[in-house]
């Protein structure tokens, strides 16, 4: 069984997020307990598990992503991943249809080489800043948002970008904080750089202290920028070590997330469900 590390949001190898991915065959998913296993022994952020759908129906893949501790309800970077190995080999051309627990996700190739995402918008509730976030970060929120139900973030506005870069969180005290974890987030200090906001995520909760690139966040990124820019569309830099672009164009209900990805191992799985 051939399993792939792809890094997911940028053009180059060693940066963006990593993600495995995992091609299975069209009998379903193998035991929930074998998939975690395999996602704890590749230790990203994410694996995605895929197997192929009858021709016919509403999508052409099925699709599951696990952290090293649990299953998430909906990933970015390794559905960009899984998107990317299936054009790479072949297996799919212009478009794919994913069905996963939002629902079905579209990926299309562009032009260009990138692949732009197709996943709900995250609704925004405003909510007062939860006791104890502002020493859990080290900062003071401007302002905090819910998002809905698939993301489950803290979206938490800062003042400034330079802030944003210099958090050192206390991982511990942020995970009891939200239903996943918590999105900070700034404008750009010069849209010059070819980013408009800045962003970092944090998700201790579900075993990963800070992700280097978390392409869902910005299904809640994408309107709460849009609407005080007044752009639809807009470029986000994750500022992880990493580092990584995700470009959003908000269509109401749905959000294009734009990337490109780098296949950097291709290896065997030397063990079977």
Known sequence: MRIRIVDAFTDR?????PA?????????FPDDSWLQRVAAEVNLSETAFAHPLPPGGDADWALRWFTPVTEVSMCGHATLA???VLRSTGQAAGA???AARPGILGATARE?????????????????????IAEALGAEPVSVHDTSEHVGDLLVELTDERTVRGLTPRFASLAALSRRGVIVTAAADDPAHGYDFVSRGFFPGVGIDEDPVTGS???ALAPFWSARTGRGELTGLQASARTGLVHTSL??????????????????LLTSP
Do not use: C
Not at 20 to 28: A, E, F, M, N, T
């Open 20 to 28: 495995g991915v995992v091609l299975l065959d069209s009998g379903g």
């Open 96 to 98: 794919v249809r994913f």
């Open 82 to 84: 899984t998107a990317h």
């Open 112 to 132: 260009d080489g990138s692949l732009s995402l197709d996943f709900p918008t995250s609704t925004l509730t405003p909510v007062a800043a939860p006791p104890g």
């Open 13 to 17: 190898p060693f940066a963006g997020n």
């Open 217 to 219: 966040a910005h299904t």
């Open 251 to 268: 269509r109401g209900e749905r959000t294009l997330l734009t990337g490109r990805a780098v296949t950097v191992i291709d290896g065997e």
